[in-house]
T-cell receptor, first 114, second 108 residues
Framework: ETGVTQSPTHLIKTRGQQVTLRCSSQ?????VSWYQQALGQGPQFIFQ???????GRGNFPPRFSGLQFPNYSSELNVNALELDDSALYLC?????????????FGPGTRLTVL | KNEVEQSPQNLTAQEGEFITINCSYS?????LHWLQQHPGGGIVSLFM???GKKKHGRLIATINIQEKHSSLHITASHPRDSAVYIC??????????FGKGTKLSVIP
């Protein structure tokens, strides 16, 4: 059974560019959640996908968008990058999207925006 | 919106000490999670609680629903326990709200 993987590990972009981050869910999981973690802060919920549909969204602007594919892998896209988008981006997969479900986190992608 | 507060923010302990990390939240919840984050970023789920107490090895987690408070205890602490411990709460469906974390350093 493979765990949750994310790519790339690190990424450097400049302000105004676009970025795509990828996440492969743990085998058997149909739900993926994405989080942004600024330095010294706890993770903040961006959105969740359940069976290829957005299941909920946190307080993030529309330039943060996502996709979930039939194999339940997922992408996070961020357009028009801003300096404040510099953070660790985490995805987590689970079987079901309820807050009572245990989430399995990937190692994260560290994004730096210059 | 649920507010999650953790204390202390930083904790340094000698190996073998009993450790307690606290988490308080402002709104009624359906689930509380304790997570462990090591340097580099990876997060591991330790416990999910909706009531009572859970134990896994040297780790014990308790929750008091009426007082909106949870504690994570580590018995016989070890340097490998050094990490950031994060509390996260969910009230209903999908969204978790996270605390800022408690950074634990265990010195040999």
């Amino acid at each position: 059974e493979t765990g949750v993987t994310q790519s790339p590990t690190h990424l450097i972009k400049t302000r105004g560019q676009q970025v795509t981050l990828r996440c492969s869910s743990q085998s058997g999981h149909n739900t993926v959640s994405w989080y942004q973690q600024a330095l010294g802060q706890g993770p903040q919920f961006i959105f969740q996908y359940y069976r290829e549909e957005e299941n909920g969204r946190g307080n993030f602007p529309p330039r943060f968008s996502g996709l979930q594919f039939p194999n339940y892998s997922s992408e996070l896209n961020v357009n028009a990058l801003e300096l404040d988008d510099s953070a660790l981006y985490l995805c987590a997969s689970s079987h079901g999207g309820a807050s009572t479900d245990t989430q399995y986190f990937g190692p994260g992608t560290r994004l730096t925006v210059l | 919106k649920n507010e999650v507060e953790q204390s202390p923010q930083n904790l340094t302990a000698q190996e073998g000490e009993f450790i307690t990390i606290n988490c308080s939240y402002s709104v009624g919840i359906s689930a509380l999670h304790w997570l462990q984050q090591h340097p580099g970023g990876g997060i591991v789920s330790l416990f999910m609680l909706s009531s009572g107490k859970k134990k896994h090895g040297r780790l014990i987690a308790t929750i008091n629903i009426q007082e909106k408070h949870s504690s994570l205890h580590i018995t016989a602490s070890h340097p490998r326990d050094s990490a950031v411990y994060i509390c996260a709460v969910g009230a209903g469906s999908y969204q978790l709200t996270f605390g800022k974390g408690t950074k634990l350093s265990v010195i040999p």
